[in-house]
């Protein structure tokens, strides 16, 4: 498909802006005060949580924590989608086999994942 026709459909699901990038960490303690020296503002979370969201402009760096041996998961890249059933139908549609449907969050976002040739977790959502 054509830029050009991919640009002229009104109901074609794309891609916006990136949200948000999370980071696993071993020790969420120290990675909060290397954060929070940097300037940057807690707006989820905190030292003693498994999961910390930092307000970064209009987008999030967030911590998750992982303490079962070496970091496997390098963390997640969030990106804002125009629709994300549509998009979660495009990506089945080209034979991309994301890991879970279209869900709520309690975050309030509609979101699902799916992990590229590389094994990078690439989350798909809008704000609800």
Known sequence: MTH????GSNDDAHAE???????????MPRAVRFYEALGFRIVHGGANDAFT??????????????????????GRVIIYVSD?????????????????????????????HLTDPDGHELSFARLL
Request: charged share 20%; aromatic share 16%.
């Open 17 to 27: 802006s990136l949200s948000a990038i999370t980071l696993a960490t071993h020790d």
């Open 4 to 7: 050009e026709r991919m640009q």
């Open 84 to 112: 994300v059933d549509a998009f979660y139908r495009k990506a089945l549609a080209q034979g991309i086999e994301p890991q879970f449907t279209p869900r709520d969050a309690p975050w309030n976002e509609r979101y699902f």
């Open 53 to 74: 969201s930092f307000a970064l402009g209009s987008s999030f760096l967030n911590l998750t924590s992982e303490t079962h041996g070496p970091i496997q998961f390098w």
